[in-house]
């Protein structure tokens, strides 16, 4: 069966993709979609490894599962925080429960569908074509960080299935004005920070890990950590108090909801309060210095919790081109490398190093990496290599064996990094939401649509 396969963009929503994959083929029912796309799976020998919606589509753009979840899908945002750890697999894609995928690969974060007009102006000048960016799709994130513009909401139902240039005329901006007063708010920009980073997170924290942090954390500011469940919501307020109040009902209406508020506090009595990813994520912003303080807690909490195990027994075998991304991405440097898969500091240094990638997080001039920069870059022999850096031959040797490429890579995008250093650092982009109309009917459109009349979000997430 002949399929026309659409490439898969960068940062690319899967709804969206699955949009244009239904236009390109004439497929006017959405619902058709996955018969057709199990009928291709088949003719091509993929039927037994494609039993979901978000595995077919991964098969159908030609990317590994696993990948395909953590950068075209918000799945592991909308399962950062899990309870039973043990009893689940440690890494996103994982399904030994097929429901898990099926029933929340795919499931928006909020109700409605967000875009950005600028974007829509450069896809289509870059690719020929608009697209629904994940980014956009994240909880607490109403304006472009790249362009600095309002975002613009379409809260149709199914609007993904759409191009983002289809519905620009009845899409509505969020008000800049509302955004404006966000700007200076370091604990939104922690927040939006801390969830970008567990969105693109290979595994998941077990919510007991962030159970004890917050605990920790409120202890340390004093609070009331007391193990019951008094009648006035502590840790609500102690939201309230370091959020804005329209961004707050926007992004977590329970903080605001009094007669849920307290079910918040329920993490104070160490039970299982079942909480949304953003809530965790709101109260660790509320109460760090910022957010790479806040992510190393968390993976700090995490480590202490399960001892540090072999890395088989936390997490599959990675693949080769996984490890050699995080690898270049961040310059060589291990740690944050294994941060990218998942992986503790200790884990880290243990995997790479059996891969023969050494860190590149030293300076420049000493030791190990100032031998590989001269041979690789500087076209120097191992010997003179080896001798200026005072480092052994046999060391070199057995390093350029093993990891020659990968190591060229993250060596030429150190290089290029050093030599822009003592520049400007470029401004935070603008945070501007719902553009108010000045007509009776559209006034409520200021903040976002949320509280009684919007649909039941599901209070539990489960991970695959």
């Known amino acids: 069966m002949s399929l026309i396969r659409p490439v898969l963009l960068p940062d690319e929503h899967a709804l969206g993709y699955e949009g244009r994959l239904n236009r ?4 006017g029912n959405p619902r058709r979609t996955w018969g057709i796309m199990q009928a291709w799976a088949a003719s091509v020998g993929l039927q037994e490894a494609s039993r979901s919606r978000v595995e077919l589509l991964a098969n159908v753009a030609g990317v590994e599962v696993g990948t395909f979840l953590r950068e075209h899908t918000t799945f592991p945002y909308r399962c950062a925080f899990i309870t039973e750890l043990d009893q689940l697999p440690c890494v996103h894609g994982a399904r ?70 289809a519905l620009l005329g009845e899409s509505r901006p969020v008000d800049r004005d509302w955004v404006e007063q966000l700007r200076g708010s370091t604990a939104i920009a922690r927040f939006l920070e801390l969830g970008h980073y567990v969105n693109q997170r290979a595994s998941p924290f077990d919510e007991r890990d962030a159970t004890r942090l917050v605990c920790r ?37 329970d903080a605001v909801d009094r007669s849920k508020a307290v079910h918040i506090d329920r993490i104070l009595s160490r039970r299982r309060p079942w909480l949304l990813t953003e809530v965790h994520l709101a109260l660790v912003a509320a109460m760090v210095d910022s957010a790479a303080q806040g992510i190393e807690l968390l993976e700090q909490e995490r480590d202490e919790a399960a001892g540090v195990p072999d890395i088989p027994s936390r997490q599959p075998p990675l ?24 992986l503790s500091k200790q884990q880290s240094i243990k995997y790479f190093r059996t891969k023969g990638l050494p860190s590149l997080a ?44 990968a190591v060229t890579d993250a060596l030429k995008k150190q290089l290029r990094r050093s030599r822009r250093r003592g520049g400007t650092t470029k401004a935070r982009a603008a945070r501007p939401p719902l553009q108010t109309t000045g007509t009776q009917e559209q006034d409520h459109l200021k903040v976002p649509r949320t509280g009684r009349n919007a649909p039941e979000r599901p209070a539990r997430r489960y991970a695959a």
């Not at 370091?242 to 209406?253: E, H, K, Q, S």
């Not at 693949?319 to 941060?339: L, M, P």
Request: proline share 3%.
């Open 24 to 27: 390109l083929n004439g497929i």
């Open 96 to 165: 030994p429960k097929p429901h898990i995928l099926r029933i929340n690969a795919l499931a928006l974060l909020r109700n409605e569908a967000y875009l950005c007009e600028a974007c829509v102006a450069a896809d289509i000048a870059k690719y020929g074509v608009s697209y629904w960016r994940r980014a956009h799709q994240l909880p607490g994130v109403f304006w472009c960080d790249q362009h600095g513009c309002a975002l613009r909401l379409a809260d149709r139902k199914r609007s993904m299935a759409d191009s983002p240039q």
């Open 217 to 253: 954390l409120t202890r340390s500011r004093g609070l009331d950590t007391s193990k019951r469940e008094g009648s006035s919501p502590r840790l609500a307020a102690l939201l309230c108090d370091f959020l804005d109040a329209g961004w707050l009902a926007a992004t977590i209406p």
């Open 319 to 342: 693949t080769h081109d996984d490890a050699r991304k995080a690898y270049v991405d961040v310059h060589g440097n291990i740690v944050r490398a294994g941060r990218l898969l998942g």
């Open 362 to 405: 030293c300076s420049t001039r000493v030791g190990l990496n100032a031998a590989l920069m001269s041979f690789l870059l500087d076209n120097k022999s191992i010997e003179e290599s080896a001798r200026d850096a005072a480092v052994s031959i046999e060391d070199l040797e057995a390093v350029l064996r093993t990891s020659a490429s």
